[in-house]
């Protein structure tokens, strides 16, 4: 069974300090993905990772995937308040197969002024 | 861009009642998953379908049911409703052969009273 841990499940941060989010699974899968959640809304996806070493920017947000250590990571820089929601990562066994995706417990960020 | 379209976005049923909930998928997106999402949690995959044909069951209760229809959209039957089923329900869609990952409806909301 495959398995997705997320560390922190809850963080506070202030705007303008950087922190990690980390996401570990239990097996073999080179698709891992990020995603932002807001409160009572729709799963909005950020980043997809398609290969060991990959990484991907995209504003204050940086994701890296480690294939042969099964851990990706979600780093935020000089976070603002807009950043506030849960993230979630979450890996694919077969590739887009049959099971879907299997989901982290999410992150629940908040970031204060 | 078209995007993943879910109807209705909200539902209040009784318990012991029936609702349907509908996906329409990205055009040229060949499989549908839905996922269940209890406040506080995870989204959790109930069951999917490739090419108009179920590929996979998760954690699906047997009061509900789904099917893919000829122009690819899924819908999902839900009866006896119980008051524990109140949840987001998400459907994502993909194309298998392509790697430009899932794509997540904006969601219905069904609360069980």
């Known amino acids: 069974e495959l398995k997705v841990e997320q560390n922190p499940l809850f963080l506070s941060m202030q705007e303008g300090k950087n922190y990690t989010i980390y996401c570990n699974y239990s097996t073999t899968s080179d698709r891992l993905y990020w995603y932002r959640q807001d409160p009572g809304k729709s799963l909005e996806s950020l980043f997809v990772?398609?290969?060991?070493?990959a990484v991907k920017q995209e504003g204050r947000l940086m994701a890296s995937l480690d294939t042969k250590a099964r851990l990706s990571t979600l780093h935020i820089t000089a976070a603002v308040h807009d950043l506030s929601a849960t993230y979630f990562c979450?890996?694919?066994?077969?590739?887009?197969?049959?099971?879907?995706?299997?989901f982290g417990k999410g992150t629940h960020l908040i970031i204060q002024p | 861009a078209a995007g993943v379209i879910q109807s209705p976005r909200h539902l209040i049923k009784e318990k012991r009642e029936t609702a349907t909930l509908k996906c329409y998928p990205i055009?040229?997106?060949?499989?549908v998953y839905w996922y269940q999402q209890g406040p506080g949690q995870d989204p959790q995959f109930l069951i999917s379908f490739y090419e108009k044909m179920q590929s996979d069951k998760g954690s699906i209760p047997d009061r509900f049911s789904a099917q893919q229809f000829s122009d690819y959209h899924s819908e999902l039957n839900m009866s006896s409703l119980e008051l524990g089923d109140s949840a987001l329900y998400f459907c994502?869609?993909?194309?298998?052969?392509?790697?430009?990952?899932?794509?997540f409806g904006s969601g219905t909301r069904l609360t069980v009273v």
């Open positions: 055009p040229r997106h060949d499989t």
């Open positions: 990772l398609l290969s060991n070493g």
């Open positions: 979450a890996v694919d066994i077969l590739g887009g197969g049959a099971d879907g995706l299997t």
């Open positions: 994502a869609t993909v194309r298998v052969r392509e790697n430009d990952g899932y794509t």
